[in-house]
């Protein structure tokens, strides 16, 4: 069984385009995001990507890369073009690495790796932390998971889950962890995954993963204790990296 990471990075992105080529500190977002899947030292790390701009940059890295077709409707899909084409083995362990997580800890990365390799039984495995706030716990933005005693998920919802009929909403949100968006497979997971079409829950949620529970894969939940800094997605976000870099400086 052999590890990876892969960075799917596209450039027509809706509410920033072009963000992983936005200047962070001097560089590109996606050089700092290759830089920390790097440091984990889980493997080789590559990048998947249609734009030749994001190839270059990506080869200037020290990333391998692989081009995509323009069509892929998530990166899960990407990345599994990248598995099939060359040919790794279903039982090997892939990490998705979003293009757009400069700040994504080394530490994380290699948990949710080992996460999915000490659970036999599970397809995926992802990462989520705890609830702080009453707030947070009823924000839709903060997509919910909850598990079984096993740590597997049982359903992941946008919506201020689980509903304790005679609980206090501060006891329920005890109950239930934030979703953090970082995923590993198995290789032969994700290409069934990638040939299901979209399922109603996950349509209704807006939530890739529920794809997978609805076609009765298993997603072992890493819980950590420190959740990372947020990823970029709005222009507001990419100011808030360059204000974090540089106190980190």
């Not at 997971?189 to 529970?213: F, G």
């Not at 072992?220 to 106190?247: F, K, M």
Request: hydrophobic share 45%; glycine share 4%.
């Amino acid at each position: 069984m052999t590890t990876r990471i892969v960075i799917p990075a596209r450039l027509q992105s809706t509410r920033l385009p072009r963000k992983v080529l936005a200047d962070l500190a001097g560089e590109p977002v996606l050089s700092h995001v290759i830089r920390a899947a790097q440091s984990s030292g889980l493997g080789d790390v590559w990048v998947a990507t249609d734009a030749v701009e994001v190839l270059d940059v990506a080869d200037a890295a020290g990333a391998r890369t692989m081009q995509t077709r323009a069509d892929h409707p998530s990166g899960s899909d990407r990345i599994n073009e990248v598995a099939a084409a060359r040919g790794w083995a279903e039982d090997d362990v892939v990490v998705n690495l979003q293009g757009d997580e400069p700040f994504m800890p080394a530490d994380l990365l290699r948990a949710v790796a080992e996460a999915l390799e000490a659970d036999e039984m599970a397809d995926w495995a992802t990462v989520a932390c705890s609830i702080h706030s009453l707030d947070e716990f009823r924000n839709p933005a903060c997509v919910k998971v909850v598990c079984d005693s096993a740590r597997r998920a049982l359903y992941f919802s946008r919506a201020p889950i689980p509903h304790g009929r005679d609980l206090p909403a501060d006891t329920m949100s005890t109950l239930a962890l934030r979703h953090i968006g970082l995923y590993a497979y198995r290789v032969g997971a994700l290409a069934r995954y990638c040939e299901i079409p979209p399922t109603p829950l996950e349509a209704l949620e807006k939530l890739e993963q529920l794809r997978a529970l609805e076609s009765g894969m298993r997603i072992r939940v890493h819980v950590c204790e420190n959740p990372p800094p947020p990823g970029i997605d709005t222009l507001e976000d990419l100011e808030a990296a360059r204000v974090l870099i540089q106190s980190r400086r």
